[in-house]
């Protein structure tokens, strides 16, 4: 790994510097920008522009829903804000704002400029109102009639009907009326809310007319029959709008009796949390804008007028809906290492040797033939897994499930704090206690991360640990569209390690020292650092140094402060970062020998990988934690080595080097903190998610860098 280093300059600003930092939140930002500019990319497929634009979208609400609500939270109460940027909110505020109001714009522009027309030449019409046929009115108003009018309910705004409850993201709309009610009251205005029942987008039937895929919005259809709402009166404007609300959980794990507990009665506050943001059609007049933003107390930099739909994230639904494989990602099926294969005896294979699976390009199945082998399996005596993201239904749970009923010892820590997945959670929590599986909930104060699976099996008169671990959750949907590196292995000394850990999970006692195994909030961090300034060291001395990382966020400052540290003493340091990074590259003196790029295509890059280059043999790692403060400090996390020198080597040419190499799905961040997109110009394209399929999944990649069936 060795490259020609730059040496340190003699003037070395302090490491302290704010100008030296970029701030966390608008780096997010930047994050969700790539994600846009893909579909902005006309070699995207159509369709899965549509969808790339849908994600934008709904990582933006999340965004605010989170990121933005923390921001308004420390405003508000004057919390101290103490991050290495040196940027006060109120800055941070207004910036995320002006970001955020260009990219909506740029969004709505796509949608309705680019998106949309180059559906409909592909006869796939969202119809306006303006646009339906005789045939599409008629049957548009039987459905207003037959499914709308019974469960819509118009609510007046007067002094004894108050503004209503606006549930979180919903759809709503203003209306103004003029006219005399049944009552004589003079006509005034009114908020009528979708209901939540039905679908967003939803298909004309052959019965409305010649074209198959014929959509209309939910929205669309409301404002074209919303007078019928009401009779005698004359409608005098219409206009849709959504508030976005602050949707943490604020439940204190060391003031309540039963986590599930006080978490079921917590949900419902989601919904009606503190409102950050407003979405409102464009052509809204002033005054009924100024009306909503009263009502919800917002200021006027968190008002987005919208050209269309405001909430585009509901257009997800359209991939699902049509059936056009031309306009879409390739198909693909993973593929397996040789000794997991179906049909396999899993623990015989995971005896002969540890097992690397490279998700999504090798597939999710050996790991739940591993939880489906184990239930099964009379010789097997207990399981305990961690349980972050599994989805509503997940055969893995079904395995746990049935191991318990078994017989077995089924111990499964389930984090119910996984955010926006706490009530899918709990029901699986509940489902594996009725089971009789032993379930807890993690440590008080820590969220529990970690990726871990543990099978002690009895084999002759001894027992014998079977671990996996990972970088991703065992979710079977995110295992075909987010890259993890998982491990199976029967190393002993990782056994032992993983039953220590879950130990601590379940029981009382100090933390042991773990042998193979680096563990937030214990060693992780501390060995990180370790690790990184023995490579200065050797660089200081003339030997050859490098790091490469892969994670979803850098953010923490005593890493990137060591990063820096190794830089000047002349390690090269390669850095792939899908998310946020407040590290600035490339800066004089300081990060000269720092390259940082981020990847966005087809698959969302999850995986963590550290690589350090320990004189020629290096040591690597990969972990379930990104190098983040809550990461490092306020989760469990487990970071393993890869011993095996053959997977190791799998690790660094599957898992770096080709994301090192891509000129196609990469962004460079330059000393400015802005990202700008690699060129491959005269050279070979290349993306590293298209050849790991080439090469891991074992089919001829078909256009987009899919594999075909």
Not at 211 to 225: K, M
Not at 385 to 409: C, H, N, P
Not at 599 to 615: A, K, Q
Request: hydrophobic share 40%; charged share 25%; with cysteine.
């Amino acid at each position: 790994m060795p490259r020609t280093r730059r040496k340190r300059t003699v003037d070395t600003p302090s490491l302290d510097n704010p100008d030296l930092y970029v701030n966390r939140e608008l780096s997010q930002l930047a994050f969700n920008r790539r994600v846009f500019e893909q579909a902005r990319d006309p070699a995207t497929p159509l369709i899965e522009r549509l969808r790339f634009l849908c994600i934008s979208c709904s990582n933006l609400d999340e965004f605010f829903e989170v990121r933005v609500a923390g921001i308004l939270h420390q405003i508000q109460y004057g919390a101290a804000y103490g991050t290495a940027d040196g940027l006060a909110p109120s800055e941070v505020l207004s910036r995320i704002s002006a970001d955020a109001h260009t990219l909506v714009g740029e969004q709505y522009e796509l949608l309705n400029g680019t998106i949309l027309p180059a559906l409909a030449s592909e006869g796939i019409r969202f119809l306006r109102r303006g646009e339906w046929s005789d045939a599409q009115d008629r049957w548009i108003t039987r459905y207003f009639t037959e499914q709308l009018l019974p469960i819509v309910t118009p609510i007046r705004l007067d002094p004894v009907h108050p503004f209503p409850s606006i549930l979180n993201k919903s759809l709503n709309f203003i209306v103004s009326l003029t006219g005399e009610d049944a009552f004589g009251q003079a006509g005034g205005m009114a908020v009528v809310q979708a209901p939540r029942a039905l679908p967003r987008l939803i298909r004309l039937p052959a019965e409305a007319g010649d074209a198959e895929n014929d959509f209309v919005f939910l929205s669309s259809i409301i404002h074209a029959r919303v007078g019928d709402l009401f009779p005698g009166m004359e409608l005098t404007a219409c206009h849709q709008f959504r508030v976005t609300r602050n949707s943490e959980l604020f439940v204190d794990a060391e003031d309540v009796d039963d986590l599930m507990r006080a978490l079921v009665g917590e949900l419902p506050s989601r919904r009606y949390g503190d409102e950050v943001r407003l979405e409102v059609a464009d052509n809204c007049p002033d005054e009924m804008v100024d009306y909503l933003v009263r009502q919800f107390g917002l200021s006027g930099e968190m008002v987005f007028r919208v050209n269309g739909p405001v909430n585009l994230h509901r257009l997800m639904a359209l991939p699902d809906l049509v059936e056009r494989p031309d306009l879409k990602y390739p198909p693909f099926t993973p593929g397996f290492p040789a000794r997991v294969g179906p049909p396999t005896r899993i623990f015989e294979a995971i005896a002969a040797g540890d097992v690397l699976l490279h998700h999504p390009f090798q597939s999710f199945a050996p790991v739940l033939e591993f939880v489906q082998q184990a239930a099964a399996d009379p010789d097997v005596l207990a399981i305990k897994q961690t349980l972050y993201r599994t989805g509503a239904e997940s055969s893995l749970v079904d395995a746990l499930v049935a191991a318990a009923r078994a017989g077995k010892e089924v111990t499964v820590c389930v984090e119910l704090r996984a955010r926006f997945d706490e009530e899918a959670n709990i029901s699986l929590a509940e489902e594996l206690q009725e089971a009789g599986a032993h379930v807890v909930y993690g440590v008080v104060g820590y969220k529990t991360h970690a990726k871990m699976l543990l099978v002690v099996r009895r084999e002759g008169e001894k027992l014998r640990r079977y671990v996996h671990l990972g970088t991703g959750n065992y979710h079977a949907r995110t295992t075909r569209a987010y890259t993890d590196f998982g491990l199976l292995t029967a190393d002993p000394e990782i056994g032992q390690d993983v039953h220590e850990v879950f130990m601590q999970l379940t029981g009382l006692g100090r933390a042991s020292r773990l042998t193979r195994l680096l563990q937030s909030p214990f060693t992780l961090h501390d060995r990180m650092l370790e690790y990184i300034d023995e490579e200065a060291r050797r660089a200081a001395d003339g030997k050859p140094a490098r790091i490469i990382a892969k994670m979803n966020a850098l953010i923490e400052p005593k890493i990137i402060r060591a990063l820096y540290r190794a830089s000047q003493a002349g390690v090269e340091i390669d850095l792939i970062v899908r998310g946020a990074c407040a590290l600035r590259p490339g800066v004089s003196a300081v990060s000269e020998n720092i390259r940082v790029r981020s990847i966005v295509g087809r698959f969302l890059e999850h995986t963590r990988v550290f690589c350090f280059e320990n004189g020629g043999a290096p040591r690597l790692f990969c972990a379930s934690a990104d190098w983040m403060n809550r990461n490092l400090f306020q989760r469990v996390e487990t970071c393993f080595p890869i011993l095996d020198d053959a997977l190791r080597a799998r690790v660094v040419e599957e898992g770096l080097m080709p994301y090192l190499d891509d000129n196609t799905h990469a962004w460079r961040l330059d000393p400015d903190g802005l990202y700008h997109r690699a060129e491959h110009g005269g050279e070979t394209a290349v993306s590293a998610q298209h050849t790991l399929l080439e090469k891991l999944s074992g089919e001829s990649p078909g256009p987009g860098g899919a594999g075909k069936t």
